[in-house]
């Protein structure tokens, strides 16, 4: 079923969802407020966008052009309508292709920052693959791998331009190796823990094309208290 929501607590900001695939999660909200936007930043690529969040929630914080990129039809269709209700067609534009094309539509050093939320899990012929086709390509590698993702940057990211990801802890060493052999060096990490003294299940890191060595390892975030509630910073990060 469709439905419109707001966006966090952005007064001003919706968000069309269909509650038979699968809401936007926390790890958007992680990777908007994660990534590195500065003064100087004019082209942010959003991959993997799904209904937009990651978009959306950058429009608060930036005046850039931002560009998201959806391959299935009927999520880039609840993208659309999602900023056209908040009448943000002049702001954010929106692409329904495979990412992989994406290196024939744009020239080399076109952006200044990527942002991914990228399907998180390998396929295999033991894979546990839901039967709705829309969760399962949204959540494993179908249609792209994590090396395609670094491949596609390495092309269209301008030199010393970003790309951030959040992923899974377990593929931490797989995006490093991913990084390095496209010429990106990784620049921050940050270990995302649902509460303190649990194990890590969410990694934000960030990288560079063609940057110089120096990796920052961040504070550890924590999401929930004992109780079950959000902790200040990431109340922080809805408003």
């Not at 509650?19 to 990777?31: E, I, K, R």
Request: proline share 4%; hydrophobic share 35%.
């Amino acid at each position: 079923m469709e439905i419109i929501n707001r966006l966090l607590n952005y007064k001003n900001l919706k968000i069309v969802q269909n509650t038979d695939w699968f809401a936007f999660s926390l790890d958007s909200v992680l990777l908007a407020n994660f990534v590195t936007i500065n003064k100087n930043t004019k082209n942010i690529l959003d991959l993997c966008t799904g209904n937009a969040p990651i978009p959306l929630i950058l429009s608060t914080k930036t005046n850039a052009s931002i560009t998201g990129v959806e391959l299935q039809k009927e999520v880039y269709d609840l993208a659309k309508k999602s900023i056209e209700i908040n009448n943000l067609q002049n702001k954010i534009d929106l692409l329904n292709m495979n990412i992989n094309d994406l290196t024939n539509k744009y020239e080399t050093d076109t952006f200044d920052v990527i942002t991914c939320n990228p399907p998180y899990f390998k396929t295999n012929k033991k894979s546990n693959l839901n039967d709705n086709k829309i969760k399962t390509i949204a959540r494993h590698e179908l249609e792209m791998t994590l090396e395609d993702v670094f491949t596609i940057s390495r092309k269209i990211l301008k030199n010393n331009g970003i790309i951030s990801i959040v992923h899974r802890p377990e593929r931490l060493v797989e995006i490093i190796e991913c990084m390095k052999k496209n010429n990106i060096e990784p620049k921050k990490i940050r270990f995302i823990y649902p509460k303190k003294n649990s194990e890590c299940n969410t990694i934000l890191i960030e990288g560079s094309k063609n940057g110089n060595p120096g990796l920052k390892i961040l504070p550890p975030l924590y999401v929930h208290d004992e109780y079950g509630n959000y902790l200040e910073e990431i109340e922080d990060m809805f408003q």
